[in-house]
């Protein structure tokens, strides 16, 4: 038996011409959120010469800080992965926005005392 493959089964983006519009916005969802992320560690790569400057540390103190980003990132989505695997994507998720949020509010209420009326 003799598979022939024509010139358009052999394109690169045929796979995406046959998703739903609901798994296109699926796609373009994920790959924007791929794509915030490599963002950011990019910008961290441009703000490394500023840190070296304002905080006089030496170039093997900044390729630590860049490492230790690199292998916490990497330890977290194999920790997320074993999590979302146990207790499903959606409240892996919820609680991975949750932890910084509540977080970043006890702290911004501990430095603050006092700022709203009813506190007073």
Request: charge should be positive.
């Amino acid at each position: 038996m003799t598979t022939v493959i024509t010139k358009e089964d052999a394109s690169a983006i045929n796979w995406y011409r046959e998703l739903t519009p609901v798994e296109k916005r699926i796609f373009w969802a994920c790959f924007g959120g791929w794509a915030l992320d490599a963002m950011d560690v990019q910008i961290f790569s441009f703000v490394i010469p500023a840190i070296i400057i304002a905080f006089a540390i030496t170039n093997a103190d900044a390729g630590l800080i860049g490492t230790v980003t690199l292998l916490t990132s990497a330890f977290g989505g194999w920790f997320a992965g074993a999590l979302a695997d146990r207790f499903g994507r959606v409240r892996t998720l919820q609680i991975t926005i949750l932890s910084p949020s509540s977080r970043c509010f006890a702290a911004s209420r501990r430095t603050i005392r006092n700022f709203w009326p009813s506190e007073r």
